[in-house]
Nanobody
Framework: QVQLVESGGGLVQPGGSLRLSCAASGSISLYTMGWYRQAPGKQRELVAHITRGGRTDYAESVKGRFTISRDNAKNTVYLQMNSLKPEDTAVYYC???????????WGQGTQVTVSS
């Protein structure tokens, strides 16, 4: 099973941008890949996911601001985050889900802080 490593988090001002990357140790071509986030005191929530066929879906709160993409040749998934808001502050986690199975892998998370 793949192992996932997120990178690209950091501190950014409101209105700024960040790009998160999730590098997998093996092929992700069969997986639905997702980004989740968890803010302090809140439950982990889905931000966006992309199927192996390239279909995407987003949480309402990020539609029009975030874009998920995948590069199967590089075994990497990205989350481009624009027009960031303080409420986007959270630890962002990458997930790999093998469809129709219970196989699910998580990365260790990367902190995103949006503050002036």
């Amino acid at each position: 099973q793949v192992q996932l490593v997120e990178s690209g988090g950091g501190l950014v001002q409101p209105g700024g941008s960040l790009r998160l990357s999730c590098a997998a140790s093996g092929s992700i071509s069969l997986y639905t890949m997702g980004w989740y986030r968890q803010a302090p005191g809140k439950q982990r929530e889905l931000v966006a996911h992309i199927t192996r066929g390239g279909r995407t879906d987003y949480a309402e709160s990020v539609k029009g601001r975030f874009t998920i993409s995948r590069d199967n040749a590089k075994n990497t998934v990205y989350l481009q985050m624009n027009s960031l808001k303080p409420e986007d502050t959270a630890v962002y986690y990458c997930n790999a889900q093998l469809p129709l199975t219970s196989t699910s892998r998580w990365g260790q998370g990367t902190q995103v802080t949006v503050s002036s």
